[in-house]
């Protein structure tokens, strides 16, 4: 990905999934990624924990 790509990227993450898990336990976060992974089999091997671990660090880092 370009470095536009992955402001573009975390930007989307900020406005749409945030809101959605700020008060999400990890676990819950975990369960709906696997859940989404399970039913897009079209997804990039490893996306899922590339979505997560992006999601827990601005979860923690504001």
Not at 32 to 57: D, S, T, W
Request: charged content about 35%; glycine content about 4%.
């Amino acid at each position: 990905m370009t470095k536009e790509e992955i402001q573009e990227f975390k930007k989307t993450i900020e406005k749409t999934i945030m809101p959605i898990v700020k008060n999400m336990q990890e676990k819950q976060i975990k369960e709906i990624i696997a859940l989404v992974e399970r039913e897009h089999p079209e997804l990039p091997e490893g996306y899922g924990n590339m979505l997560y671990k992006q999601i827990l660090i601005m979860k923690y880092n504001k």
